[in-house]
């Protein structure tokens, strides 16, 4: 007799800098979306597909929500909102080292219009001593009825297993909506500037970061069978700038180097990477401009 096969899409949210891009990459086994102690790192939602023998889920990680600051801001908090209502699960990811905040009540707010089994996932849980774990869960339980909750390591994996497993039961008998070797739905050139931009975000001081934005000008693969990338960094300020390609060019070399490695471990292939440095004041707020880098909520 054939087993039945089930497939779901499920939403990962959280406030920012709770693990959920370690989460996805651990579970997917590869590094797709990007990783940094700085806040507000993911902007677009990623899909990370996780297929099986008799089941296939697809993982959405939504940005941090957070109140917006600006028309990026409001774009990304719109995009997680609206996915809450089209999946089959949620995960709703915590950061035990940080505790309660007055975030995850804003986010407890927006699930209490949300139709969906919701799963209280406490990441980071090597940083904390087990004892400090128990009153933890009881503040997040007294607060909201969760399906099931889960302390985890997204870092090492610690009771991750479990929780797939928690998931896949939970999901509906369906299709396999992508074929096996599948890991995500982001074109590489997305990829690409995402590693660009974690390794802005790693290597750049705190003045950076959410002011920078990576488009990939050329992509092309040469007779060689190397492939060849141009990449603008943009920033919003000549300052930026001046740290961003560093002392005689040490920073931006430095950008250049590590990216190039998690880009040939992508594409399996030598690259050679050639990055340039932009200043396009104020691009955040500005609509043409978020549209030209990808941020366009009509996809939503």
């Not at 651990?26 to 099986?52: D, F, L």
């Not at 802005?200 to 992509?219: D, G, K, R, Y």
């Amino acid at each position: 007799m054939h087993n039945t096969f089930k497939s779901g899409f499920i939403a990962i949210i959280g406030r920012p800098n709770t693990g959920k891009s370690t989460f996805l990459n651990y579970v997917i086994g590869q590094k797709i979306a990007i990783m940094s102690e700085k806040r507000q790192t993911t902007r677009n939602r990623i899909q990370g597909v996780m297929t099986n023998a008799d089941s296939q889920l697809v993982f959405i990680d939504t940005p941090g929500i957070h109140k917006p600051k600006h028309r990026l801001g409001d774009f990304m908090v719109k995009s997680a909102e609206d996915t809450l209502n089209e999946v089959d699960a949620i995960l709703f990811m915590v950061n035990a080292e940080e505790g309660y905040g007055k975030g995850d009540q804003y986010i407890m707010d927006l699930l209490q219009k949300v139709n969906r089994p919701v799963f209280l996932v406490i990441n980071k849980i090597d940083r904390v001593h087990p004892d400090e774990l128990l009153p933890f869960i009881d503040t997040y339980r007294d607060k909201y009825h969760f399906e099931a909750i889960f302390p985890i390591s997204a870092l090492y994996g610690n009771n991750v297993t479990h929780l797939i497993e928690e998931l896949q039961s939970h999901m509906p008998e369906g299709p396999q909506y992508y074929p096996d070797d599948y890991v995500t739905d982001h074109p590489e050139r997305f990829i690409i500037s995402e590693l660009i931009r974690e390794k802005v975000l790693q290597l750049t001081s705190e003045e950076v970061p959410h002011s920078i934005a990576v488009v990939i000008e050329n992509l092309e693969e040469r007779d060689s069978g190397a492939v060849f990338v141009q990449a603008s960094i943009m920033t919003e300020r000549k300052t930026q700038k001046g740290i961003i390609i560093g002392n005689q060019g040490t920073m931006l070399k430095n950008i250049g180097q590590r990216a190039r490695e998690d880009i040939e471990a992508l594409l399996g292939s030598k690259v050679y990477l050639d990055l340039w440095v932009k200043v396009q004041k104020d691009w955040r707020n500005r609509q043409s401009q978020l549209q030209e880098l990808g941020y366009r909520s009509d996809e939503y």
